[in-house]
């Protein structure tokens, strides 16, 4: 069973890329990530964020999933405003066309990550063998699949797009994930999961 997951937000001018995954640890200490939901939605920020509520809410993910919002655009600036309005707390992700990122902490809410850096992370995964994307059926996963593959392909030629949004959304909201599940192993969740039971 997965013991935790990372839903991955990039919100676009009209849509929106949702990508979760789940990651694994078994006794041997190996981990696999695992695409466990992604779409495309076509919602105003304060609907998607409703949503997104409402989906971390239910089993198995309540108290178990890390939110991180691609906060560069302005819709997705929106989407972390009003997931925090909710008292969800996401992880900000300013995802530029730099090659690296920096954070205050280790544990910084608040992050400047390079898109190249984000999509490694995701292809590293995939190539290492421990990333999964088969057994979902909807329009942005296979994007994802395909997105991937050709991010992989244009590595070897060189001729990568230039800039986070010449990215599929698909791509860039599973890559915010998988850089998630690849780097932190704190839960910001923490803090709503005390108030679930404190009742706050």
Excluded: C
Excluded at 99 to 116: P, R, Y
């Amino acid at each position: 069973m997965p013991h935790a997951f990372y839903l991955g937000v990039d919100a676009r001018e009209e849509t929106a890329g949702i990508t979760v995954l789940s990651k694994e640890t078994d006794g041997q200490d190996d981990t696999t990530v695992h695409l466990n939901q992604a779409q495309f939605i076509e919602e105003a920020p304060e609907a998607l964020a409703d949503r997104l509520q409402a989906f971390v809410s239910e089993r198995p993910y309540i108290g178990r999933t890390t939110l991180v919002v691609n906060t560069a655009t302005e819709r997705g600036a929106a989407v972390h405003e009003a997931l925090g309005a909710l008292g969800l707390d996401a992880v900000d992700v300013t995802l530029t066309d730099a090659t690296t990122h920096t954070t205050g902490d280790e544990n910084a809410m608040s992050v400047v990550l390079g898109i190249e850096e984000a999509l490694e992370s995701l292809a590293t995964l995939h190539q290492d063998g421990a990333l999964t994307l088969d057994g979902l059926n909807t329009e942005a996963a296979s994007d994802l699949a395909r997105s991937l593959q050709r991010y992989l392909d244009d590595q070897v030629t060189n001729d990568a797009p230039d800039g986070p949004t010449s990215y599929s959304a698909a791509l860039t909201s599973a890559s915010l994930a998988g850089w998630m599940a690849s780097e932190r192993t704190f839960d910001p969740t923490e803090r709503l999961k005390t108030d679930m039971r404190s009742g706050a």
